[in-house]
C-alpha cells in the first residue's frame, strides 16, 4: 500500500483481483500508461485532458498479489488486506463507491474451470463483505488467441462459471488484441456509469441470485466475514466442536438449528444445489448461558467444507482446518470433538469418514480429540424404509470399524416423530458436552 494515499469522500475505489498470472497489473499498467508495482498498491488515476478528467480524477485502483490456486486460505488473506485497506483509509461516515474488477485470463480458463469458479467466489465475497455495488468481468490474454478461439473460451466461462453473476446483471469486458490501452480505460469508465441507486439494486440482486429468491437477510451479506474466533484468540479452557462430514449432509444447517435454539440468528449459507455453501472455515463462539457450570470456558462451533469423496481433496480440507486452529491456538493442544454428519438417503461418500479419521491424527496434529459423534441426518417419514436400510449397511460394513474404536452413531431429524430415538440438533450438542465432561 502507497504510504502517501489519502482517500477522499468522492472516490471510486475499484478492487483489481484475479488469479495469479492473469495480468491484474498489466491492467492497471494500460490505464495508468506507465510501470506499476505488483505488491499490494493503491493507485489514483491522474488524467490530463477529456472531458472524463474530474470524474477519472476520483477513480482509485486497488493491485493485490493474484488468487493461488485453489488455495482457499491464501484468498482469505487477500480479502483480509483488502477490506483491512478499505477501513484504514476510509472512515465508515466516508466510504467511497466501490466495485470489483476481476481480471480471467481467457487462454487458459476453459481447462481450469474449478480454480476460475474458486476465484472468482473469493472476489464474490470481496463484493458481498465490502458492499460493492458492481463487479465487471475482464477477459485478458487475447493476443494467446485466434478470435474464434476466444470466443469459444468465453461462451464455455459464461456457460459454466460466470452463470450466477451474469444472470445477477452483471457485465464481461474484453480487452481487445492491439487496443489494450483504450479497452482498459473504457472498463474504468464503465464504472463511471453507474449510479448509486444502481450500485444499491446490483447488490441486492447479486446477494438474492447467491443465496436464494429473495436478498440475503443482513447476518447473511458477509460469507467470508462469520469467522467469531480471530486469529490468536484461542482460550486453554476453549472446546471446539468440528462440524464435518461429506457434502450436503447438512452441517450449516446444523450449526444454524443450535444457534437459533439458543436464540440467535442463523450465521451459516445454505444452498438447495450440490454445490459447496461453505467454502471457508467458520465459527461461532456459543453464548455462556448456553450451558451452566461451564467453567470459565466457551463451545465454540466449526462449519467446516464438505467432503467430496475424494481421498486429495479431503486431507486438504483437514489440512485446513489444521491450519485454523494453528491460527487461532498456536502450538498449544486443543481439545476438540467431532460432530460428524452424514446424509442417511444418500449412498456416496460412504468410506470418507472412516478415511477421515485415520487422516485426523496425522493432519490435525496439535489436537486432543475428546469425542466424535456420527450422526445420520436427512430422516423423514416419507425416506424412512431407504434409511433404515442405508443405516443397517454403513454400521456394519462402512463405520464397524468405527463404532469399535468407541465413536457413537445419532440419529438426527428436525421432524417430530419421524424416526425413533432421533435427536434434534441442540440435544445432540447438549449430549456431546456432556460426555466429554466439558460441564463439572
Known amino acids: 500500500m502507497a504510504p502517501t494515499f489519502q482517500g477522499q469522500p468522492l472516490d471510486i475505489v475499484l478492487f483489481v483481483i484475479g488469479g495469479s ?17 505488483r505488491a499490494i498498491e493503491a493507485t489514483r488515476l491522474v488524467p ?46 466516508m466510504l467511497p463507491r466501490r466495485g470489483v474488477i476481476f481480471v480471467q485470463d481467457l487462454s487458459v ?41 476466444g470466443e469459444l473460451a468465453e461462451t464455455a466461462m459464461m456457460d459454466r462459471v460466470w452463470n450466477k453473476v451474469l444472470h445477477a446483471g452483471f457485465h464481461t469486458f474484453r480487452i481487445r488484441r492491439g487496443r489494450e490501452g483504450e479497452s482498459s480505460l ?49 482460550r486453554c479452557g476453549d472446546v471446539i466442536v468440528l462440524v464435518m462430514g461429506p457434502l450436503k449432509a447438512g452441517k450449516s444447517t446444523y450449526v444454524n438449528r443450535v444457534l437459533e435454539h439458543y436464540g440467535l440468528p442463523p450465521r451459516m449459507r445454505v444452498t438447495e444445489a450440490m454445490t459447496l455453501a461453505t ?21 465454540i462451533l466449526v462449519d467446516t467444507p464438505g467432503f467430496e469423496g475424494d481421498a486429495l481433496g479431503d486431507g486438504a480440507i483437514l489440512k485446513r482446518v489444521n491450519a485454523w486452529l494453528q491460527e487461532r491456538f498456536g502450538k498449544r493442544t486443543v481439545n476438540c470433538a467431532v460432530v460428524y454428519l452424514h446424509d442417511v438417503t444418500q449412498q456416496a461418500c460412504v468410506n470418507t469418514a472412516g478415511r477421515s479419521f485415520e487422516l485426523f491424527p496425522m493432519l490435525i496434529r496439535n489436537a486432543f480429540l475428546k ?19 442405508n443405516e443397517v449397511e454403513l454400521l456394519s460394513v462402512y463405520w464397524a470399524s468405527l463404532v469399535s474404536r468407541g465413536f457413537q452413531v445419532r440419529r438426527l431429524s428436525e421432524e417430530p416423530g419421524s424416526v425413533d430415538g432421533a435427536y434434534r440438533p441442540p440435544d445432540l450438542l447438549a449430549e456431546l458436552v456432556q460426555v466429554i465432561g466439558f460441564i463439572q
Open 109 to 149: 480458463s476453459p481447462l481450469v474451470s474449478r480454480v476460475s469458479s474458486l476465484n472468482l467466489q473469493a472476489s464474490i465475497n470481496l463484493a458481498s463483505s465490502t458492499q460493492c455495488g458492481d463487479v465487471l468481468i475482464v477477459t485478458t490474454k487475447w493476443d494467446k488467441m485466434t478470435q474464434e478461439e
Open 279 to 299: 467454502v471457508l472455515i467458520q465459527s461461532v463462539i456459543l453464548p455462556p448461558s448456553a450451558f451452566q457450570g461451564v467453567g470459565g470456558g466457551r463451545i
Open 21 to 37: 498470472g492473469a495480468g491484474k497489473s498489466t491492467f492497471i499498467n494500460r490505464v495508468l500508461d506507465q510501470s506499476c508495482t
Open 371 to 389: 469425542r466424535v459423534f456420527i450422526a445420520t441426518t436427512k430422516w423423514t417419514k416419507a425416506c424412512e424404509p431407504l434409511a433404515i436400510r
Open 186 to 234: 473504457s472498463a474504468i469508465q464503465h464504472f463511471l456509469q453507474i449510479t448509486p441507486e444502481q450500485q444499491r439494486r446490483n447488490l441486492e440482486v447479486l446477494q438474492s441470485r447467491l443465496y436464494g429468491s429473495s436478498p440475503a437477510p443482513p447476518h447473511l451479506r458477509f460469507p467470508d466475514s462469520m469467522d467469531e474466533l480471530c486469529a490468536g484468540c484461542g
Open 48 to 93: 490530463t485532458n477529456g472531458d472524463l478528467q474530474a470524474a477519472l480524477g476520483q477513480v482509485v485502483l486497488v493491485d493485490g498479489p493474484g488468487f493461488e490456486d485453489n488455495d482457499i486460505s491464501q484468498h482469505t488473506d487477500i480479502l483480509a488486506a483488502a477490506r483491512g485497506w478499505l477501513t484504514t483509509n476510509y472512515s465508515s461516515c
